[in-house]
């Protein structure tokens, strides 16, 4: 049993027919109850609970004050190199970009560490693009070691690997992953994928439940929206995200909402998602799995995050670069895409103490 | 009237404890403990960060309290054993709250593994207070495994649901002669009151006073509340009647 059998038996199923059938007594019913099944988590995602925002925002309000308190946790990404073998159709990183490639030395990768620590990060994330000749696992294995020294928590966002070779990560002190299943849609998935070793779906949709079985502590997936139907993506994420909750219960399972922005390459995205449909894909998600984490990046505006916090959202980056090398010397590389949050760790943290909320910086140390 | 709690021979001076996760700042926190008088506060942790120049929870905690680390974050007993050794290594003493959660969903505790990590810390010296699912015989096991006192939920940890297991919760005050700290899902003062009025030793809260609008109020309501339920066991309040007296009793003939 894998998550594609459960995407698979949902083929058949009239989204459109569905969302537009919804009435006001079907929002109403999802949210006048404790768990919310799969028709009512897409009587949320779906265009008539817009009208109801406010009282999906005020349950929202209530769950996460439940369920995590009136803080957020904090990150930082690193990204250690942008080889890449694959031609991911809105990726800056791409194959065919005409951009300049590099990888951290392990000199460049302290430097980048030391000033990223200086800001008070504790869980840094660290990224590569998918090119297993310049930045193989034993690299990345080798940085992990690095980094330790500087941080308590390290998470990976890198090309999907095989159960032991999470095993040696995690044995190295890798306590989580991210993982973007990008679409959920296996057709369209080819399209925006035309080649490189992402291109196999199966092997990325169960790259995550792989990292629960070498027993990752953190596992967190998403659907990169803008690429198709936003609520359909959103739906998947979120069943996606209950299977994994489901088979491995110890595990702390987390959706981010990556919202499709410019890069290098300049895709266009296909569907535009207005704030206020954003803001209903989150709220959906909360309540459909109260105790998800929900991660919002710097994608998305300084103030506009702002105002997602006490919403939904459990966890946020800040002070991002996206190009490699960038925390020591800015602007040598491409980024991997636009970051619309330029605000400072610090600033981030005094944002988030302003709504009335503590910026969490160390959540998790090795044991 | 005496009435002290003693827990591991250590006189005890506020029967409310905190916990301190959650807060919307540290400030709050410490504002909150202050107006809480509780005298053993619990720390994650995960969350300590002795390397930090500004954020460290630990330089908010007044002196004279009794920090007790919890292992939150462990899944099994050998990550609430390797918790607790890293936690006394730090300095934060020896008073341990065992949580061991393999349940991310419900976030209820794992007995079986929170008494084997309890046999092991409380031979290693600790002060084990472990948090788990009211059973009465689960709790017979974790006495004899040498915890300090027992910590059972009174609803899903976060709920703010109240007593949900009162009835297992009397079992136990009844039958374990270790103090009893209901632990988890109180939700409101009047809920801690009726813990204690039921004969609970303590009640330990965190998300209700975290989540309020204005924690350090909600802290000395839950002072307050547990001070009262406290003297209203002690001052054995009069039998609850299902109706009221009739005037022609029954059996009134045989008077």
Redesign the interface.
């Known amino acids: 049993m894998s998550f594609y059998d459960i995407g698979k038996s949902h083929a058949q199923f009239d989204f459109d027919g569905f969302f537009k059938e919804v009435k006001d007594k079907d929002v109403f019913r999802a949210l006048s109850k404790e768990t919310l099944d799969e028709k009512d988590f897409l009587a949320l995602l779906s265009g008539k609970a817009q009208g109801h925002i406010e009282a999906m925002a005020k349950k929202s309000h209530e769950v996460i004050l439940k369920n995590f308190g009136k803080v957020v946790y904090l990150y930082s990404p690193l990204y250690l190199g942008n080889f890449c073998d694959n031609e991911c159709v809105y990726c800056g990183f791409k194959n065919g970009n005409d951009i300049a490639r590099k990888k951290l030395t392990f000199d460049e990768l302290r430097k980048e560490a030391e000033i990223i620590a200086e800001t008070g990060i504790r869980h840094i994330l660290i990224l590569t693009g998918e090119s297993r000749g310049e930045t193989p696992v034993s690299y990345i294995k080798d940085s992990v070691s690095i980094l330790k020294k500087y941080f308590t928590s390290i998470s990976i966002e890198v090309y999907s690997m095989s159960i032991e070779e999470y095993s040696i990560l995690i044995a190295a002190g890798v306590d989580g992953i991210a993982l973007y299943q990008e679409t959920y849609d296996e057709n369209l998935y080819k399209a925006v994928h035309p080649k490189g070793p992402k291109r196999n779906y199966l092997y990325r949709l169960d790259a995550p439940e792989r990292a629960c079985a070498a027993g990752m502590r953190s596992v967190s997936i998403g659907a990169l929206l803008g690429l198709s139907d936003f609520k359909k993506e959103t739906f998947f994420s979120g069943l996606h995200a209950a299977y994994l909750q489901n088979k491995y219960p110890g595990i702390e399972i987390s959706v981010s909402l990556p919202r499709l922005c410019p890069q290098a390459g300049g895709f266009s995205p296909k569907s535009k998602i207005a704030d206020a449909d954003f803001v209903r894909m989150m709220l959906a998600l909360r309540l459909f799995l109260p105790r998800v984490g929900i991660n919002i990046s710097t994608r998305e505006k300084n103030d506009f995050r702002k105002n997602l916090i006490g919403l939904g959202v459990t966890r946020m980056s800040a002070g991002s670069q996206t190009e490699v090398g960038g925390y020591s010397s800015p602007k040598e590389s491409e980024g991997q895409f636009f970051t619309a949050d330029k605000s400072s760790v610090k600033e981030v943290k005094e944002m988030i103490y302003a709504k009335g909320y503590q910026p969490i910086m160390k959540d998790w140390q090795e044991i | 009237m005496e009435d002290t709690l003693i827990i591991a021979g250590h006189k005890i001076n506020s029967r409310f404890l905190l916990g301190t996760?959650?807060?919307?700042?540290?400030e709050i926190m410490k504002e909150s403990i202050k107006n809480s008088e509780t005298h053993i506060l619990t720390v994650a942790?995960?969350?300590?960060?002795m390397d930090?120049?500004?954020?460290n929870i630990m330089d908010y905690i007044p002196d004279n309290r009794i920090v007790m680390t919890n292992t939150s974050?462990a899944?099994?007993s050998d990550?609430a054993i390797?918790?607790a050794r890293?936690a006394r290594q730090l300095g934060c003493g020896d008073w341990i709250k065992i949580e061991v959660?393999?349940?991310?969903?419900?976030?209820l505790p794992d007995n079986a593994e929170t008494i084997k990590a309890t046999e092991i810390l409380a031979k290693e010296g600790f002060i084990v207070m472990p948090y788990f699912n009211p059973d009465l015989a689960d709790a017979a096991r974790l006495r004899d495994a040498g915890a300090a006192s027992i910590m059972p939920l009174g609803a899903p940890i976060?709920?703010?649901k109240g007593l949900c297991a009162k009835e297992m919760i009397r079992i136990l005050i009844e039958e374990i002669e270790l103090p009893v700290i209901v632990d988890a899902g109180i939700g409101r003062p009047s809920q801690a009151a009726e813990a204690m009025e039921l004969g609970a030793d303590a009640v330990l809260v965190?998300?209700a006073v975290?989540?309020a609008d204005n924690p350090p109020l909600m802290a000395k309501a839950f002072s307050l509340a547990v001070k009262a339920g406290r003297c209203s066991y002690l001052s054995g309040p009069g039998a609850v009647k299902e109706t009221a007296q009739a005037s022609s009793p029954l059996t009134g003939f045989l008077r």
């Open positions: 996760g959650k807060f919307s700042s540290n942790l995960r969350r300590i960060d930090s120049k500004d954020e974050g899944r099994n990550e390797r918790i890293l959660i393999s349940d991310n969903k419900y976030l976060g709920t703010n965190n998300t975290a989540g």
